[in-house]
């Protein structure tokens, strides 16, 4: 049954919120409260590590999200990539995804870059209030650009040095846009630096959040103009040409790169 999920309007404490679901993660570890449970079917625990805050509302009952010092007896930690690519759906993706990016936030944002105070909860906006010098800080999002280059039924794909998989999955070529870059011109500088290609006629497809820990992916499709492959070593292990007939084992279809990929597939043929 699909989840439903609306932000809170501000960032606001969750403690004595009334919230009904509860979010937890020790460390960088989301908990279960039972192995087959939601991430949101916690019981709500006393004195947890750090700020907890009102998330939203998961189907339609109001969420908070916190840390803890410890993991409870009896409930299990489950690294974000193994549950955000493996046993959670879409919808349940959207949660956590959320859930961890503003949780992260909260841990590494604690004063004001301008006047140095502490800063607070803020009842009217989704960010951080000083109350030094009035300054709000909102959440980092840090956009990035992620591509499948094409060359009519051939696709360049590669393998990342930071590869998380156990399997020797290929994936599209992605980066962050520098400041004052386009996406756009984030594309073809980023194909060019990683792997010697000159690409144009670059199409917008999709986007996703990424939590890793505060990513926005922008994914694109580019067409291959020029240029032998010649790879940046420092980035990547390995990239090569692949038939769309006959691709290796690739990101799955929960990530945005498996829904890149797929979808250039669907249009070639």
Known sequence: MAVSFSYHPALVSGLESGARRHIYFHEDKLLLPAPDAQ???AEEVDNP?????????VDGVSCSVGSLKETPAGWTEVGLRDYLLGCADIEDFRVINAASQLLYWLRTQNFCSRCGERLSFNEKDRGLRCHGCGYISYPKVSPCVIVVV???????????????????????????????ESAEEAVVREVMEESGVLVSDIEYVTSQAWPFPHQLMLGYHARYVSGDLNIDTTELKEAAWFKVDQLPAVSPMKTIAGRLIDAYVAKFR
């Open 39 to 41: 991430p949101w079917d």
């Open 49 to 57: 590590e750090g700020p907890v805050f009102l998330l939203g509302e």
């Open 150 to 180: 094409h060359r009519g039924d051939e696709i360049l794909l590669a393998r990342s040095h930071r590869s998380f998989s156990k399997l020797p999955t290929f994936s599209c070529l992605a980066g962050f846009i520098e400041a004052g």
